[in-house]
């Protein structure tokens, strides 16, 4: 039986077409959470910018469900407080040998010697200005196994040599890191202190990154976060560039 921090529902699936479109149903239909949404198949799995989610067997694929009574942007603040939980979820089932390769990169993927380990995906339904209606917050951890010949490296714990951990196992500590981070972020210290513990945790920082928008690629130093969350990037001119939304890769320092 999976135990879950106090307030907190699940539903468990065999297969589904998606967790996150199962919390859409359920927020459409008036439920109010928080639920985790699981399931050991998913037949129609994304990522950002609607990129198709590989969903084997064996690894976790959840979704957060909930109504956080903010608006929308500072429900985008949940996607930090996401990432750090899933860091610390999974920091916990790394030997001590292995944690410094555990890393955050922006905006919400978990990255183990640069190789990609988890992914967030926020979905809501809402009007700016307003409380939204319902946040989705989509987790995916390779446990088990992790895809080939992708953009962006990947790889599994099973691959990092820790084989056997079970999707619920995984919930269990993701449901209790999540739970003591919204916490933090809502009672105790805000944003500000999420901020700071991403920061802690980023991969590249200081370092040279390439950002990709819809329409542009530009070149520049990954300099930080804003206070909102937003990637700051140096361009060459010496100028602060803030990017709300994109795709982030890292290059080889100039030799």
Do not use: C
């Not at 942007?73 to 860091?87: G, M």
């Not at 410094?100 to 183990?112: E, F, R, V």
């Not at 790889?155 to 209790?176: D, F, H, K, N, Y």
Request: charged share 20%; aromatic share 8%.
């Amino acid at each position: 039986m999976t135990t879950l921090p106090q307030g907190y529902a699940l539903k468990a699936f065999a297969e589904i077409d998606s967790t996150n479109e199962e919390a859409r149903r359920l927020g459409e239909a008036g439920e109010e959470g928080p639920i985790w949404i699981t399931a050991q198949m998913q037949t129609a799995g994304r990522g950002r910018r609607g990129r198709a989610w590989v969903s084997p067997s064996g690894n976790f694929m959840g979704t957060l469900f909930l109504r956080p009574q903010v608006n929308p942007r500072k429900a985008a603040e949940l996607s930090f407080v996401a990432a750090v939980a899933v860091h610390d979820a999974v920091d916990g089932l790394l030997p001590p040998t292995l944690r410094p390769g555990l890393k955050l990169k922006w905006p919400n993927d978990l990255l183990h010697d640069g190789r990609k380990l988890a992914g967030i995906l926020l979905e809501s339904s809402g009007i700016a200005g307003s409380e939204l209606a319902w946040l989705a917050i989509g987790i995916g951890v390779n446990l088990a196994q992790h895809p080939d010949n992708i953009e962006f490296p990947a790889t599994s714990l099973a691959a990092l040599g820790i084989p056997g951990v079970t999707p619920a196992q995984a919930l269990e500590r993701l449901a209790v890191a999540f739970d003591a981070r919204i916490r933090q972020w809502r009672d105790v210290q805000g944003f500000a202190a999420i901020r700071q513990a991403w920061l802690t945790r980023a991969a590249g920082l200081g370092g040279p990154i390439t950002v990709r928008l819809a329409d542009e690629t530009f070149d520049g130093m990954f300099e930080g976060l804003a206070p909102d969350g937003a990637l700051e990037v140096r361009l060459q001119s010496g100028a602060i560039r803030h990017i709300s939304a994109g795709d982030v890769f890292f290059r080889a320092p100039p030799l």
